[in-house]
């Protein structure tokens, strides 16, 4: 069930990704994402290293023997990232998938990743890039709509229409993300033409995710409404819930703040307060207008096999719905 040419080119059992998040990608939901039969993804740009990265993707590889893959950030960084570095870490411990994600098509990394026997997702959010990367020879493309939690791009066209659009320009699979935490998300995604999807959100609010209980809490508490965009003076737009720390990077945008004085604000330092201490109102914390829909913490297998039963379900009553009369 479920087989698509994502599944087929990543050897997965269902085409459902964890997407690369910065905070929340460990070992032990990377590897539960890809025992439960999807992919899980860790983060490159979250190890000061790639000695370190190394030591994550052996931690990895000792929990699950199921691909996983790795983000690569083409994202403008506070500190310079030594992808070069990272890229022959995973292919020296036999990563099979690199997801990338940023404003630049990843064409410069493409012939070591290539020799390396890595399979390449890039994901953006908007048509025009999205046909960028299939020119330069991607494996597949993701497209997020606006809706996604992290970096929304700077068009703000939403997953129900990107997708469809994407479909339409590209001839490679295309991953649809944001805006998907359930099989309902997931069934529509496939509808609109995707052959998978990219989750974020949802598996924040699992078990294995290494948050502090009470930003768990918070997402649970949290509705569609609860996020809103920052950074965008810097064109680095990105959704976040709204606490303290994005009002005042708003604040500070609206008065032409340089990236400087943003950073003490929207600065990692401040993030892990949130995410790992559990101070809510200190840094800025991704999240996607789908956290309105998640009312419970469970299991990463509890997610993907709900997601599977239940589009198994939908899509029975969908036949039982659209057959003709
Ligand atoms: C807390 C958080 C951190 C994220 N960090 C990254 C990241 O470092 N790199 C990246 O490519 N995407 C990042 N994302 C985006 C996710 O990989 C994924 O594309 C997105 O969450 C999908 O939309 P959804 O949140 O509606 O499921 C992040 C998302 C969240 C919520």
Redesign the pocket.
Known sequence: MFKTRVTEILGIEYPIIQ??????SCPKLAAAVSNAGGLGIL?S?AYASGKELREDIRKTKSLTDKPFGV?L?LFPAMRPLPNEEYIEVLIEEGVPVV?T?GFKAPDEYLPRLREGNVKVIH?CAAVKHAQTAERVGVDMVAV?GV?????TGMVDVTTFVLVPATVNALSLPVIA????ADARGFVAALALGAEGV?????F?ATHEAPLHPKFKKWLLRSKETDTTLVMRSIRNTHRVLKNKAAEKALEMEQRGATLEELATVIGGGEAAKAFKDGELEAGI????Q?VGLIDEIVSTKEVIDGIVAGAGEILQRLEGTLTPR
Do not use: D, F, L, Y
């Open positions: 997407g690369g998040m910065m905070w929340v983060v740009a983000n950030s997801e994600s994901k997020v809706e996604n939690g992290g970096a993300g944001g805006g998907v990219v989750i974020g959100t949802r924040m914390a991704g999240c996607g789908v």
